[in-house]
């Protein structure tokens, strides 16, 4: 999907553990973002980022952290998981940070 | 705060049918607006629009936007099965993120 992969594709994880959703692009493109996809709410942005160690906050950013080391890998991370978090989570990178996003293929996160 | 509608939220119609999808929005520093398409997996990119009046077309698809009256809309022509999917509306403003409306689920029955 034009050089942007997410993994996994599927996880099904207990209430509480820490779960990490990795994003890998090859396209050197400076911003990256998570959104979360839910049934009657459409993406929602998580967190984002615009550089190595450049990161900010969406409109559902609690619960969740990111972490920015390469500007190939944008990591999504779960503290502590509840089912609210249950979801398709997709990244997206853009080269000049709003227009052309292109979407990986998303993860289907399930929390029981 | 940045706001993006789309209605109807889901349509069903027959082949050959026409239809139009539409996107009202509200932001800060509009700078442009745009429509993705989602089957199975991730949104894949139509049309972004900047200007109004100016029509973009692709095939059977085409979009205008008003910017004065802050909506855009979505025509496909002679709708194929094919075209199910969730149409997806953004707009872009003056922060480096875009804002998604909820999206039109379209079902296009043989």
Same mark, same amino acid.
């Given at each position: 999907?034009?050089?942007?992969?997410?993994?996994?594709?599927?996880?099904?994880?207990?209430?509480?553990?820490?779960?990490?959703?990795?994003?890998?692009?090859?396209?050197?493109?400076?911003?990256?973002?998570?959104?979360?996809?839910?049934?009657?709410?459409?993406?929602?942005?998580?967190?984002?980022?615009?550089?190595?160690?450049?990161?900010?906050?969406?409109?559902?950013?609690?619960?969740y952290?990111?972490s920015?080391?390469?500007?190939?890998d944008?990591?999504?991370?779960?503290?502590?998981?509840?089912?609210?978090?249950?979801?398709?989570?997709?990244?997206?990178?853009?080269?000049?940070?709003?227009?052309?996003?292109?979407?990986?293929?998303?993860?289907?996160?399930?929390?029981v | 705060?940045d706001?993006?509608?789309?209605?109807?939220?889901?349509?069903?119609v027959?082949?050959?049918?026409?239809?139009?999808?539409?996107?009202s929005?509200?932001?800060?520093?509009?700078?442009?607006?745009?429509?993705?398409?989602?089957?199975?997996?991730?949104?894949?990119?139509?049309?972004m629009?900047?200007?109004?009046?100016?029509?973009?077309?692709? &095939?059977?698809?085409?979009?205008? +936007?008003?910017?004065? /009256?802050?909506? $855009?809309?979505?025509n496909?022509?002679?709708?194929? %099965? &094919?075209?199910?999917?969730?149409? +997806?509306?953004?707009? /872009?403003?003056? $922060?480096?993120?875009l804002?998604?409306?909820?999206? %039109?689920?379209?079902?296009?029955?043989?």
């Amino acid at each position: 999907d034009a050089g942007i992969t997410q993994s996994p594709r599927h996880k099904v994880t207990e209430t509480g553990t820490p779960v990490t959703l990795r994003c890998h692009q090859t396209e050197n493109h400076r911003y990256m973002y998570w959104y979360r996809q839910d049934p009657g709410h459409g993406l929602r942005l998580i967190h984002y980022s615009y550089g190595v160690k450049d990161t900010d906050k969406g409109e559902v950013s609690d619960g969740y952290s990111v972490s920015r080391s390469k500007t190939e890998d944008f990591l999504l991370t779960l503290e502590s998981a509840t089912s609210s978090q249950t979801s398709v989570y997709f990244c997206a990178i853009s080269e000049t940070g709003n227009y052309g996003y292109t979407f990986g293929s998303g993860t289907r996160l399930t929390v029981v | 705060e940045d706001k993006v509608v789309q209605s109807p939220l889901s349509l069903v119609v027959h082949e050959g049918d026409t239809v139009t999808l539409n996107c009202s929005y509200e932001v800060t520093n509009f700078r442009s607006l745009l429509w993705y398409k989602q089957e199975k997996k991730a949104p894949t990119f139509l049309f972004m629009l900047t200007s109004s009046g100016i029509e973009k077309k692709s &095939g059977r698809l085409s979009s205008i +936007l008003d910017k004065k /009256e802050l909506f $855009s809309i979505l025509n496909i022509t002679a709708t194929q %099965t &094919g075209d199910s999917a969730i149409y +997806l509306c953004a707009v /872009e403003g003056g $922060s480096e993120k875009l804002v998604f409306g909820k999206g %039109t689920k379209l079902t296009v029955n043989p």
